[in-house]
């Protein structure tokens, strides 16, 4: 009876052991199954910036694009912070595009030029759309060590749209317009003289030209698809655009803490809706108007 039992037992062990054997290699099968899948089919069949056609059909344009898509799927704490911080820039940025007659996509241009923050090059750009102190002015925003309006998310699109409206007059492609927001007009215009080309994907240009509506068009796809290249967050993840109180004010501010005070805020919160305040006050001698936000709630 007792060999029977211990039988019995070994059976039991083994039909065990062989089902884990077959959980396990299923499991893997599986994942390894999934990745395939998910190898095979990141690319996109087509591609398009603002509605201009990508030709994935030349060997070295999809190339550039798949590198593009492979880098920002792999940077993942810098796509997921643009993910989160798109939640509160776009709305602010998609009606002035569209105000401007300029194409939805170019939201993806702000998204790699700073992701969505006011960064600071070496060279001097600054703000979300990174302008140069001159270009700025050209455009019509305020550039001094009291006042530097290319941290005001709402004129510095103003002034990306001024920018690019005249790019592409001068191209006739929204496409060469976003590259020469990199490599610069003259320097685009240059290129395609000496050339004899027109198409930004037929051109030779810099490195950084080069990959320029590439990363654009690797941003695009992965923030329109997140879950896709696996990045799946929730709606409670993303960055909240607060609601504000705007204030008028047309005369110098000695004080900005002061201030921020009566308003029933502190000098932090001021500065983080206000960034384009650069000084502890606001010297105003001409009384020229300036337009203060005072966030409503979240603090």
Not at 18 to 32: E, W
Not at 33 to 44: I, N, T
Not at 267 to 282: A, E, S, V
């Amino acid at each position: 009876m007792k060999r029977i039992e211990r039988i019995s037992v070994a059976l039991t062990i083994v039909l065990a052991s062989g089902l884990l054997v077959f959980a396990s290699t299923y499991n893997s099968k599986d994942k390894i199954d999934k990745e395939k899948v998910y190898a095979s089919s990141y690319f996109p069949l087509t591609a398009n910036f603002a509605g201009e056609a990508t030709p994935l059909k030349i060997s070295d344009v999809k190339e550039r694009l798949d590198r593009e898509l492979i880098v920002n799927i792999n940077l993942h704490a810098s796509t997921i912070l643009a993910i989160k911080r798109a939640n509160r820039a776009f709305p602010v940025i998609e009606p002035i595009l569209k105000k401007n007659g300029i194409p939805d996509d170019f939201k993806y241009l702000a998204v790699i030029e700073s992701g969505l923050v006011n960064a600071v090059s070496g060279a001097g750009a600054r703000g979300v759309w990174q302008f140069m102190p001159e270009t700025a002015k050209e455009r019509g925003m305020e550039v001094n060590d009291i006042i530097d309006e290319r941290y005001d998310l709402e004129k510095s699109t103003e002034g990306a749209c001024s920018y690019l409206l005249r790019a592409k007059e001068k191209f006739g492609t929204w496409t060469l317009a976003a590259a020469s927001d990199n490599g610069g007009m003259g320097g685009v215009n240059k290129q395609m003289d000496i050339q004899k080309e027109s198409n930004y994907y037929d051109l030779l240009l810099t490195e950084e030209t080069s990959r320029y509506v590439f990363r654009i068009l690797a941003l695009k796809e992965i923030m329109k698809n997140p879950e896709k290249y696996g990045f799946s967050l929730a709606d409670e993840e993303l960055y909240t655009l607060l609601p504000t109180r705007k204030i008028e004010v047309d005369t110098t501010i000695l004080d900005l803490a002061d201030f921020a005070k009566a308003q029933g805020i502190n000098y932090k919160i001021l500065k983080i809706h206000n960034p384009w305040l650069r000084d502890r006050k606001l010297d105003n001698p001409t009384n020229k108007k300036y337009t203060i936000e005072i966030p409503l709630k979240g603090y």
